[in-house]
């Protein structure tokens, strides 16, 4: 069955930079897009961008251009999202979802900016 | 002015149908959307259950009970997920999404209560 295993919690200081890495399987990696959405405690969801884990094609939500960084390791079958410049906003649960209608997700990895 | 307003809580009793709306901001008409709907419960990622654009272009999530249906309100410009037979493990929040200029856009979430 499809999986997508995120990583694990991190903590990081403002102004500090953060990976989170999405490990697909039970499908081909490199035929359906991933997406990352993220979800602040008891708020809702926020879309972010997506990646084409096939071509490398990136589209980032207006409001994190400059600041994200989707890429992926097809040999691996993972992909990472990447943000910079932390500020205590951004902390969340940080969410992948496959495909055209996000139809798998994954655990979610908590973020915490704190100094 | 939200690209999609859903009222934040509902309650309803157990066996019984609820409809949860998605409006869409005036001058966006939701007849030209696929509108696209997911569960989430405490402690974990969204779910999809449904997209919805018209009776001839809907799709069922994987899995997901046929008491689960979309709809459309053209008269409200608005999106409808109706849960029919009421079961204690529907009390979930539950979001709807469009793709809009260029971005994924979420509503802001119903909190369904089943009491």
């Known amino acids: 069955q499809v999986q997508l295993v995120q990583s694990g919690a991190e903590v990081k200081k403002p102004g500090a930079s953060v990976k989170v890495s999405c490990k697909a399987s039970?499908?081909?990696?490199?035929?359906?897009?991933i997406h990352w959405v993220r979800q602040a405690t008891g708020q809702g969801l926020e879309w972010m961008g997506w990646?084409?884990?096939?071509?490398?094609?990136?589209g980032y939500a207006q409001k994190f251009q400059g600041r994200v960084t989707m890429t992926r390791n097809t040999s691996i079958r993972t992909a990472y999202l990447e943000l910079s410049s932390l500020r205590s906003e951004d902390t969340a649960m940080y969410f992948c979802?496959?495909?055209?209608?996000?139809?798998?997700w994954g655990q979610g990895t908590l973020v915490t900016v704190s100094s | 002015q939200a690209v999609l307003a859903q009222p934040s809580s509902l309650s309803a009793s157990p066996g019984a149908s609820a409809s949860l709306t998605c409006t869409l901001r005036?001058?966006?008409?939701?007849?030209?959307?696929?509108i696209y709907w997911y569960q989430q419960k405490p402690g974990s990622p969204p779910q999809y259950l449904l997209k919805?654009?018209?009776?001839?272009?809907?799709?069922?999530g994987s899995g997901v009970p046929s008491r689960f249906s979309g709809s459309k309100d053209a008269s409200a410009n608005a999106g409808i997920l109706l849960i029919s037979g009421l079961q204690s493990e529907d009390e979930a929040d539950y979001y709807c999404?469009?793709?809009?200029?260029?971005?994924?856009?979420f509503g802001g979430g119903t909190k369904l209560t089943v009491l």
């Open positions: 979802a496959r495909g055209a209608w996000f139809d798998s």
């Open positions: 990646m084409n884990p096939n071509s490398g094609n990136t």
């Open positions: 039970g499908y081909t990696f490199t035929s359906s897009d």
């Open positions: 919805y654009k018209s009776d001839s272009d809907k799709q069922q």
């Open positions: 005036s001058g966006i008409n939701v007849g030209t959307y696929r």
């Open positions: 999404m469009i793709w809009h200029s260029s971005a994924w856009v």
